[in-house]
């Protein structure tokens, strides 16, 4: 069973940037593909970003291209999401997901991660 551990979130000015964690254990972290989604109150969660097992290949939501920057460290167990320009409508609990499955592109449908974290909230202010 893989357990994961978001870190990272908190209160930003509109135009300033974090950077989230999601660290793994209980799993081999290389076999993953990693995933980011977020969710906004009253609204379905989202996909935010994905980078494949081997790290070699990511996908982003229109959204957030050329903002967000998700990568892997697979030596430290972790995954990152560095968020940049942040706008309010970025505001959500940010989930950090794993899919098992060692798909050539990383997916962007939540039903095909088989393991999640608790969240992170992120609040940006106008």
């Known amino acids: 069973q893989v357990q994961l551990v978001e870190s990272g979130g908190g209160l930003v000015q509109a135009g300033g940037s974090l950077r989230l964690s999601c660290a793994a254990s209980g799993g081999t972290f290389g076999n993953y593909a990693m995933g980011w989604f977020r969710q906004a109150p009253g609204k379905e969660r989202e996909f935010v970003a994905a980078?494949?097992?081997?790290?070699?290949?990511?996908a982003y939501a229109d959204s957030v291209k050329g903002r967000f920057t998700i990568s892997r460290d697979n030596a430290k167990n972790t995954s990152y999401l560095q968020m940049m320009s942040l706008k309010p409508e970025d505001t959500a609990v940010y989930y950090c997901a794993a899919d098992k499955n060692k798909r050539f592109i990383p997916a962007r449908s939540t039903p095909l991660y088989d393991y999640w974290g608790q969240g992170t909230q992120v609040t940006v202010s106008s």
């Open positions: 980078i494949s097992w081997s790290g070699g290949i990511t």
